[in-house]
């Protein structure tokens, strides 16, 4: 959402953003329904003004025992007149905001321009790709002789699932375990158990609607499953006025993951990468306007040291206008090397969504006791996607003889330095 006053002052800086994401001018459309907007408004309150003057003078004149009837049939007239305009306003003022609420926020000017993902600027690699004496598999190939079914999925649930067995299992909810207790140990991150399962207005706080509605999974209840920890997370400070002096609070919860995959029709149709269900370990960061460049920063840096530990080969990317998500303002994704594939792989999103979900939710803090409340900034990230991880292990660990080498941080995890192929 936006700060209406900002886009009266700014309505080039709104249409160029709109222009680098590949969308259309929207400002003139959206300040013409405001000024129309601020006419009723304005026409309403002069018709109050004269009914409560009207209403004095009525009340006056009855109890002088002067004749009523022209002031009681222009006090109706005026009742009427401040209904109508009251029905009016509530109309525009709603079909305003669900106008803003399909714009997308607006791109920071260090953000490149560029159409698509080919125009994304890599910043760093961190790492080299392992030399195999062998050709490498994929990480479903190499899964499917230690524990990674996806038949027995298919048969279940269809598409886009599996199921892991023995090992697979143990290593998924090792990684879980490992990543947890390095945001939570090292990196201040509260662990959170969130619920599953929330509704509209938190999915609209973090604009998964109405945009990604059909990416969405909802229940017969009208809740909608959690595409990711994010919703739930973020909006906890929703409707809140929080004290500036406990900013930043960093918060991370280990959860599936429900998408439909709705835009993504024949990518990555097999193998884990693409999933209707998948576990994730989420990043959430609330803090001020100040702060929030520094904290994307940070979280970012809080992503990559999990791959770090893992030793897993990575490069980080700064996504171009036309690949940036429809609530971020900037987004750095990190991409893991994977070696069955011969490429870079998003394993983690880092956006920066500064006050665009906070005006949503609207969740302000206090910077100082008495000072009037301002927006928060919000920043998410993944801290990693489970399943993507163990896709890498498998990969990058993968011996010749179907076995896979797993990074020393894990061992005590899962409590073997090696995956064996079951018979």
């Known amino acids: ?31 013409a329904l405001d000024a129309e907007r601020r006419r009723i408004e304005t026409e309403l309150q002069e018709s ?14 009855k109890a002088k025992g002067q004749p009523v009837d022209g002031l009681q049939a222009e006090l109706g007239r005026l009742k009427d007149a401040v209904k109508a305009g009251e029905e009016q306003l509530a109309a525009v003022a709603a079909e305003l905001e669900a106008k803003l609420a399909t714009y997308p926020n607006i791109l920071q000017p260090d953000v490149p321009d560029g159409a698509d993902e080919s125009a994304n600027v890599e910043l760093r690699r961190v790492g080299q790709p392992r030399q195999f004496d062998f050709q490498p598999l994929a990480h479903d190939e190499v899964g499917a002789r230690l524990g990674m079914d996806f038949p027995t999925a298919a048969k279940l649930s269809g598409a886009r699932f599996v199921l892991l067995r023995g090992q697979m299992a143990r290593l998924e909810r090792a990684l879980a375990a490992f990543m947890l207790d390095l945001q939570t140990g090292e990196h201040g991150y509260t662990e959170m158990a969130p619920p599953l399962m929330v509704g509209e207005k938190a999915l609209f706080g973090t604009n998964q609607l109405p945009k990604f509605a059909d990416d969405l999974f909802f229940t017969t209840t009208g809740l909608g499953l959690i595409p990711t ?12 006025i929080l004290d500036g002096a406990d900013l930043p609070l960093r ?12 835009g993504s ?20 960061s609330v803090t001020t306007p100040e702060q929030s460049a ?13 791959l770090k530990r893992l030793g897993l080969p990575y490069r980080v990317m700064l996504l171009c206008a036309g690949d940036t998500g429809f609530g971020a303002s900037k987004t750095y994704d990190i991409e893991v090397w994977l070696p ?3 490429t870079y792989r998003e394993i983690s999103s880092c956006s920066n969504c500064q006050d665009f979900q906070a005006r949503r939710m609207n969740a302000r803090y206090r910077p100082a006791p008495g000072e009037k409340p301002r927006f928060v900034h919000t920043l998410n990230g993944s801290g990693l996607a489970v399943g993507r991880t163990l896709v890498a292990i498998l990969e990058n660990g993968q011996e010749a003889d179907g076995s896979v080498t797993l990074p020393p941080a894990l061992h005590r995890y899962f409590g073997q330095e090696r995956l064996l192929p079951v018979a």
């Open 1 to 31: 959402m936006f700060d209406l006053k900002w886009l009266r002052d700014n309505s080039a800086a709104f249409d160029a953003s709109l222009q680098r994401r590949g969308a259309a001018p929207a400002a003139a459309d959206v300040l």
């Open 48 to 61: 109050q003004s004269a009914r409560n003057r009207l209403s004095r003078e009525f009340g006056q004149a």
């Open 229 to 240: 920890a994010e919703v739930p997370l973020t909006n906890t400070v929703g409707g809140e």
């Open 251 to 262: 918060m991370t919860a280990h959860t599936p993951c429900f998408r439909s995959e709705a």
């Open 265 to 284: 029709a024949g990518r990555d149709t097999k193998g884990m990468i693409r999933q209707h269900q998948f576990n994730k370990v989420e990043l959430v």
């Open 294 to 306: 520094v904290e994307h920063e940070r979280m970012t840096a809080c992503a990559e040291e999990v």
């Open 340 to 342: 069955g594939q011969g």
